[in-house]
C-alpha cells in the first residue's frame, strides 16, 4: 500500500509512514512500488505522456519519469521526420501564419517548427512576407506614430512594429518631433478641453508631449505655488514649469542657473525653510554627502557636554529640556 493511502486511513502524515515503517525494519516500500501489471501497461503505451501515465496509474510524475527512462521509454513521442509535403505546407503557412499556429495544425512543438524553418531558410524571411505593402506604406506614412497604437492598427505586436521601422531606417520614436503650427492652432482652438480629450487629438504624441504644447499655448493651470509634496520640498511653477523653490531661490542669489550636478543644502535641515541664509550651494552630490556626514563627528561633543542624549526605549536622538542653550 503505498504511504499515503496508509496515511489517509491512519491519519496520519505520509512521512510519518514511511518513517515508522523504517522503524519497524520492514523493506524499502519504493523497491516494490511497480507491478508487473503496471510495468507492462508502461510499454505498451510508450507514446503516452509520462504526466498521464502517472495518473492512469496513481504514481507521481517523477516515478512514471523514473521508469519510463528505465526501461528506454524517456522520449514523450517518437521522432516524426518531416515529408517533402510537410516541408511544402511549412513554405506556405510561414509567411501567414505564427509558428505556433503552424505546430498545432502539423500536430508538432513549436520549438521543432523553429527549427524546421531555420533549415529551410525561412527564419529571415519569415517576418519580411508577413509584412503587405500597404502596411509598409502605411508606416512610412507615419513615421512619428506611436509604436502601441501602429500595432493595435496593423494586428501586429508592438515588438514587430519597432523592428520593421529599424530595417527602414525610419526615425526612432524616442526622438522628439517638433509641433508645427497647424498643430499649435489645434491645440489653441482645442485649450478649453479636458487633458484626457487632447490626447485622443493626437495619439502619436506622448501625453508629456501633447500637456507640454497645452501650456505653452497659454491654458490655464491649477495654481500649485507654494505647494508643500510627500518629499518635503515646496514646489513652484515660473511659466508653467514645476520647480523645486529652494533651487530656484539659490539661483537668484548666486546670479547665475544652477548646473544639475550643484546641489542646494538647508542649512538647519528644515526642507521648508527656504530663506536665502538657510541655503549653501554645493558642486555635487558628493559634497552634499560630507557635509551631512558632517553631523555625526558633532554628536560625540554634544552628548559628552550633555546638550544632546539618547534615548533608549525610542531609539532616537534628543535635546535635554534642562538644558538651556537649547
Known amino acids: 500500500m503505498e504511504a499515503s493511502v496508509a496515511a489517509a486511513e491512519l491519519k496520519r502524515t505520509a512521512d510519518a509512514v514511511r518513517g515508522h515503517r523504517r522503524m519497524l525494519g520492514m523493506p524499502n516500500f519504493r523497491s516494490n512500488l511497480w507491478t508487473e501489471a503496471q510495468t507492462r501497461f508502461v510499454k505498451d503505451n510508450p507514446d503516452?505522456?509520462?504526466?498521464?501515465?502517472?495518473?492512469?496509474?496513481?504514481?507521481?510524475?517523477?516515478?512514471?519519469?523514473?521508469?519510463?527512462?528505465?526501461?528506454?521509454?524517456?522520449?514523450k513521442t517518437k521522432h516524426i521526420p518531416w515529408s517533402t509535403a510537410?516541408?511544402?505546407?511549412?513554405?506556405?503557412?510561414?509567411?501567414?501564419?505564427?509558428?505556433?499556429?503552424?505546430?498545432?495544425?502539423?500536430?508538432?512543438?513549436?520549438?521543432s517548427v523553429h527549427i524546421r524553418q531555420r533549415h529551410l531558410g525561412l527564419s529571415k524571411t519569415c517576418s519580411e512576407l508577413s509584412w503587405t505593402d500597404?502596411?509598409?506604406?502605411?508606416?512610412?506614412?507615419n513615421p512619428y506614430m506611436r509604436a502601441t497604437t501602429m500595432a493595435a492598427q496593423m494586428g501586429k505586436t508592438p515588438g514587430a512594429v519597432r523592428s520593421k521601422r529599424r530595417k527602414l531606417g525610419m526615425p526612432n520614436l524616442q526622438e522628439k518631433k517638433p509641433w508645427t503650427e497647424e498643430e499649435l492652432d489645434v491645440v489653441r482652438s482645442n485649450k478649453h478641453l479636458k487633458l484626457a480629450e487632447l490626447y485622443k487629438l493626437f495619439p502619436y504624441r506622448s501625453k508629456a508631449s501633447v500637456c507640454w504644447a497645452a501650456t505653452n499655448v497659454g491654458r490655464p493651470r491649477k495654481n500649485l505655488k507654494g505647494m508643500t509634496f510627500a518629499n518635503g520640498y515646496k514646489h513652484v511653477y515660473p511659466g508653467g514649469e514645476r520647480t523645486l523653490e529652494h533651487r530656484l531661490l539659490a539661483a537668484e542669489k548666486i546670479g547665475r542657473p544652477l548646473d544639475r550636478n550643484e546641489q542646494v543644502h538647508h542649512i538647519d535641515h528644515d526642507k521648508t525653510n527656504n530663506?536665502?541664509?538657510?541655503?549653501?550651494?554645493?558642486?555635487?552630490?558628493?559634497?552634499?554627502?560630507?557635509?551631512?556626514?558632517?553631523?555625526?563627528?558633532?554628536?560625540?561633543?554634544?552628548?559628552?557636554s550633555g546638550a544632546l542624549a539618547y534615548d533608549r526605549d525610542t531609539h532616537a536622538y534628543f535635546i535635554p529640556k534642562n538644558d538651556r542653550a537649547f
Open 48 to 75: 503516452m505522456p509520462a504526466n498521464d501515465v502517472a495518473k492512469k496509474l496513481g504514481k507521481t510524475l517523477y516515478a512514471a519519469q523514473s521508469k519510463r527512462r528505465e526501461l528506454g521509454l524517456s522520449r
Open 86 to 111: 510537410d516541408d511544402a505546407r511549412v513554405a506556405e503557412w510561414t509567411p501567414k501564419m505564427r509558428a505556433k499556429d503552424i505546430a498545432g495544425r502539423m500536430g508538432r512543438t513549436t520549438a
Open 275 to 304: 530663506d536665502l541664509g538657510n541655503l549653501d550651494v554645493l558642486p555635487n552630490q558628493s559634497a552634499h554627502m560630507k557635509v551631512e556626514a558632517s553631523i555625526s563627528k558633532v554628536v560625540p561633543r554634544l552628548m559628552k
Open 134 to 141: 500597404d502596411q509598409v506604406t502605411f508606416m512610412k506614412d
